[in-house]
């Protein structure tokens, strides 16, 4: 997952964002999305949807 890839989910010292991703956003004349309870909950059920959550 390209999230996990660039290390944005690391856990321990948390930042949203990275250079090479704001870049590439920045590019495409898009900004980070909020992230709230709703956002995380999408991705969880993304990354559950796609067998990337171990025991699912």
Known sequence: MP???EGALE??????GNAAT???L???DLAWP???QQAI???IRYFRSAGE???D
């Open 22 to 24: 704001t870049r590439l």
């Open 53 to 55: 959550l171990a025991g």
């Open 26 to 28: 920045t590019e495409l």
């Open 3 to 5: 999230l996990f890839r």
């Open 41 to 43: 909950a999408r991705m």
């Open 34 to 36: 909020a992230i709230d």
């Open 11 to 16: 856990l321990g010292d948390n930042t949203y």
